[in-house]
């Protein structure tokens, strides 16, 4: 079975179940509780359909600007922090540095996503927000949805499906083209990382 750097390299996107990650299932658990408490405004684009609380905001957000968005800001800054304290942790990071095979990753922009019926991401890839991404890391915050799955175009003729369960984090190049289909029921909650 390949490693996690392994797959990172060769396809670009790798699913990684509870215990194979840097985060407890009790860090878990308080990542859902604070991630329930952000405010939750929407996404941008009309493709994308999806409500977004904002726990670290990149000054260098081209996607934004290109669309004439107004900057993004944190609405609640104290949970935030507390989010970050937990997903940035110096474990966390380091654990992440060695599966990315960088010396140093350092959290850009960080984001909780809130899908509901109906609601979905559209074809994109990271590079599109700001080119100096190079991974981003989603951690699943609830199982109780159907539909929602991440999309991954591995190459023109190989497309996969992920389904992130509560507890489960995916990997993928900031280069990636991806995409959340529709969710049929339920709420899908996840939080994204953008490193470089």
Not at 14 to 19: H, N
Not at 41 to 65: M, Y
Not at 131 to 160: C, H, K, N, W
């Amino acid at each position: 079975m390949s490693s996690p750097k392994e797959l990172l390299r060769d396809e670009g996107v790798v699913l990684l179940r509870e215990g194979d990650h840097p985060y407890s299932p009790e860090e878990i658990n308080d990542l859902i509780a604070l991630c329930q408490k952000l405010p939750r405004p929407g996404g941008i684009g009309q493709e994308n359909r999806l409500g977004v609380g904002r726990i670290l905001v990149d000054p260098v957000d081209i996607a934004r600007g290109e669309r004439g968005y107004a900057p993004a800001t944190v609405e609640a800054p104290e949970i935030a922090q507390l989010i970050l304290d937990i997903v940035a942790s110096e474990r966390a990071m380091a654990y992440w540095a060695d599966c990315f095979g960088q010396e140093e990753v350092i959290v850009r922009r960080a984001q909780t996503n809130f899908l509901h019926q109906g609601d979905q991401v559209g074809w994109h890839d990271d590079h599109e927000a700001n080119p100096e991404y190079m991974f981003s890391i989603v951690v699943g915050l609830t199982d109780e949805y159907t539909g929602g799955e991440f999309l991954a175009q591995i190459t023109p003729d190989d497309q996969r499906r992920f389904r992130v369960n509560r507890g489960d984090v995916l990997i993928a190049r900031a280069a990636l083209q991806h995409a959340v289909d529709v969710v049929e029921s339920g709420q899908r909650i996840s939080l994204v990382l953008f490193t470089a």
